[in-house]
Each structure stands twice: as structure tokens, then as C-alpha cells.
């Protein structure tokens, strides 16, 4: 059974910094591409960023880019998303997702077949 397991949210400054883990079980996650999504209050879940299952592809939506970054490490079966320059928009829960086998579009919700339970990241204006 796949397990995910986020952790490193908390309560940021405006401008601050903050680096989310997710620690994955019960998958072979070298050969995994992983991602990250969130999920603002009262909004939909959104995409934020993917690797590739060996870490040289990485991906943040547009708006993203320049203040997150995805990256993995693969000996630990863990995968991060750094986040600098946190705004108060950028108050979500934040989620990480294995992709399924096959692939799918990235930013698909339905790409992805396991989910972690989200950590809360606030950030106070």
C-alpha cells in the first residue's frame, strides 16, 4: 500500500521561506514521478510542480516559477518543494502525488493514483 507523508508546513511571514518533504512508502519510488498540488480555501486543488522519476525533469506552473522548485532524493524516498518569496496567496494545503502508471497530463488531478494528506502552510500578510 502507498503511503505519503507530508510534512513541514506551518505559519510563514510574507516573503518568507519554507521547504515541504514528503516521505513515500510502498511504491518504487526512483522509478516514480512525483508532484506536488494545492488547495486553497474554498478553491479548487491546483497543480504546483512535478519531477521526473529520476529528478533532471522539473516543472512549476508559470506563475510559480522563480520562487518554487521541485527536487527529490531518491536514496531516501523523499521528494521537497522549496518555496521563497511566500505570499499571502500562497495559503493552501499542499499535497504531494505519485503519478500512476502510464503517465497522464502533469497538472491532471487524475494523473495521479496516490496522495498524501496535506500540510498547511499559512502565510501572515
Known amino acids: 500500500q502507498v503511503h505519503l507523508a507530508e510534512s513541514g508546513g506551518g505559519l510563514v511571514q510574507t516573503g518568507g521561506s519554507r521547504k515541504l518533504s514528503c516521505v513515500a512508502s510502498?511504491?518504487?519510488?526512483?522509478?516514480?514521478?512525483m508532484a506536488w498540488f494545492r488547495q486553497a480555501p474554498g478553491k479548487d486543488r491546483e497543480f504546483v510542480c512535478r519531477?521526473?522519476?529520476?529528478?533532471?525533469?522539473?516543472y512549476c506552473v508559470n506563475s510559480l516559477e522563480g520562487r518554487f522548485a521541485i527536487s527529490r532524493d531518491n536514496a531516501k524516498n523523499t521528494v521537497f518543494l522549496q518555496m521563497d518569496k511566500l505570499q499571502p496567496q500562497d495559503t493552501a494545503v499542499y499535497f504531494c502525488?505519485?503519478?500512476?502508471?502510464?503517465?497522464?497530463?502533469?497538472?491532471?488531478?487524475?494523473?495521479?493514483?496516490?496522495w498524501g494528506q496535506g500540510t498547511q502552510v499559512t502565510v501572515s500578510s
Open positions: 510502498g511504491l518504487t519510488f526512483s522509478r516514480t514521478p
Open positions: 502525488a505519485a503519478e500512476k502508471a502510464g503517465g497522464g497530463a502533469m497538472r491532471s488531478i487524475a494523473t495521479y493514483d496516490s
Open positions: 519531477i521526473s522519476w529520476g529528478g533532471l525533469e522539473t
